[in-house]
T-cell receptor, first 114, second 113 residues
Framework: ETGVTQSPTHLIKTRGQQVTLRCSSQ?????VSWYQQALGQGPQFIFQ???????GRGNFPPRFSGLQFPNYSSELNVNALELDDSALYLC?????????????FGSGTRLTVV | GENVEQHPSTLSVQEGDSAVIKCTYS??????FPWYKQELGKGPQLIID?????GEKKDQRIAVTLNKTAKHFSLHITETQPEDSAVYFC????????????FGKGTKLSVKP
């Protein structure tokens, strides 16, 4: 059973650019959530995808968007990058949406905006 | 919305001692409380969780207790080992139907040999 895999592991972008981060969910998991973890902080919920639709969103602006594909993999897109977007971006998958299931996290993508 | 407070922010113990990390939450609708361990350069790893219909859960050296009335839950690690050194996060669901997690700010645990 493979876990959650994320790519790339590290990325450096310039302010104003756009970035796409990718996530493959754990086998059998159809729900994917994205979290942003600033240095020294706990992860913050960005949004969740279930059945290829956004299924809940945290306090993040619309320039943070996502996709989920039929194989349950997912992308996080961030437009007009700002310096404060520098963080570890974590993908987490779950067997189903809802509160009855735990999440498995990937190792994250470290994004640096300069 | 849900707010999770975690204490202490840093904790240093001698190998073999016990470690306790405490969290409080604000939303009485929260019903799932996981604990994650994060090592340097890695994503959070689930180590134990508890649901609102249970007061205590134990898994070998790790235990979690939940007091729904007081809205607090705690992680207990006994017989600590150097490999327990990491950052530990508590989390609670946000009360919505999706089960999204709200995390505390983390506790950096150092176990000295």
């Amino acid at each position: 059973e493979t876990g959650v895999t994320q790519s790339p592991t590290h990325l450096i972008k310039t302010r104003g650019q756009q970035v796409t981060l990718r996530c493959s969910s754990q086998s059998g998991h159809n729900t994917v959530s994205w979290y942003q973890q600033a240095l020294g902080q706990g992860p913050q919920f960005i949004f969740q995808y279930y059945r290829e639709e956004e299924n809940g969103r945290g306090n993040f602006p619309p320039r943070f968007s996502g996709l989920q594909f039929p194989n349950y993999s997912s992308e996080l897109n961030v437009n007009a990058l700002e310096l404060d977007d520098s963080a570890l971006y974590l993908c987490a998958s779950s067997p189903r949406t809802g509160t009855n299931y735990g999440y498995t996290f990937g190792s994250g993508t470290r994004l640096t905006v300069v | 919305g849900e707010n999770v407070e975690q204490h202490p922010s840093t904790l240093s113990v001698q190998e073999g001692d016990s470690a306790v990390i405490k969290c409080t939450y604000s939303d009485s609708a929260s019903n799932y409380f996981p604990w994650y361990k994060q090592e340097l350069g890695k994503g959070p790893q689930l180590i134990i969780d508890i649901r609102s219909n249970v007061g205590e859960k134990k898994d070998q050296r790790i235990a979690v207790t939940l007091n729904k009335t007081a809205k607090h839950f705690s992680l207990h690690i006994t017989e600590t080992q150097p490999e327990d050194s990491a950052v530990y996060f508590c989390a609670a669901t946000d009360g919505g139907s999706q089960g999204n997690l709200i995390f505390g700010k983390g506790t950096k645990l150092s176990v000295k040999p």
